[in-house]
């Protein structure tokens, strides 16, 4: 697992693979021989290690993902925000029994994983649906399905609206995970006090990890009993 001083020392020795200045964000795919990352703007959004693509290479990610080997086989899962596609990528090699559902509102990053993210097609009993959508557009129409995890991983601000549209989502027994990045929220907002507010008016069970090394918080949400 690389920590984030070595970020830099890796992508010295990378060369492009893939650039694009013409989206919202600027994304580039860079290789070693060891890693294949995917950035967005200025930010390494995600790492596929070449010898083992199944590794889960950010801390905030194992983190997340943790709970995988609990879900019961067919188990849905929705994971809002593709990116490199670590998270499905390593459901698929792992041969974990979800389907799984990833929301991704760029057409340019879901070709990109399809590319680049991919080395090994998803096979059963991994099933995978990427939708290209808006989060709130996706949560919006898929007012009958209910999913035992839900991954919001979004490179984006948080609103409470999003969270509540995915708690409208989850299953009555199920968790919903949380990438909490401060630098991309409103300035002054505080993570504490933002899911306090939630789990008040949700009725929620929260709590809160932190990815040594990173600025990302983990929040995990379930729906008291």
Request: proline share 4%; charged share 15%.
């Amino acid at each position: 697992m690389l920590q984030a001083a070595d970020f830099q020392r890796e992508l010295l020795s990378a060369e492009v693979l893939y650039f694009t200045a013409e989206s919202e964000v600027r994304v580039v795919v860079m290789e070693n021989q060891d890693y294949r990352f995917m950035l967005m703007g200025d930010a390494v959004q995600s790492i596929m290690n070449l010898q083992d693509p199944a590794a889960l290479e950010f801390a905030h990610q194992r983190l997340m993902l943790a709970q995988l080997d609990t879900l019961p086989a067919g188990a849905r899962v929705l994971e809002l925000g593709l990116g490199g596609g670590s998270a499905v990528r390593h459901a698929n090699l792992r041969g974990l029994a979800l389907d799984w559902v990833t929301v991704e509102r760029s057409s340019e990053v879901i070709n990109l994983y399809w590319d680049y993210f991919e080395p090994t097609p998803p096979t059963a009993p991994f099933k995978l649906h990427i939708e290209l959508a808006e989060s709130q557009q996706y949560l919006g129409q898929a007012k009958n399905s209910q999913f035992e995890l839900i991954l919001c991983d979004v490179y984006d601000q948080l609103s409470q609206t999003l969270v509540a549209n995915c708690l409208n989502r989850l299953s009555p027994s199920g968790e919903l995970v949380i990438n909490w990045l401060p630098h991309m929220q409103l300035e002054g907002l505080d993570s504490t006090e933002f899911f306090a507010q939630l789990a008040a008016q949700h009725s929620l069970q929260h709590t809160l990890q932190t990815a040594s090394g990173f600025a990302n918080q983990i929040h995990r949400l379930r729906f008291n009993a």
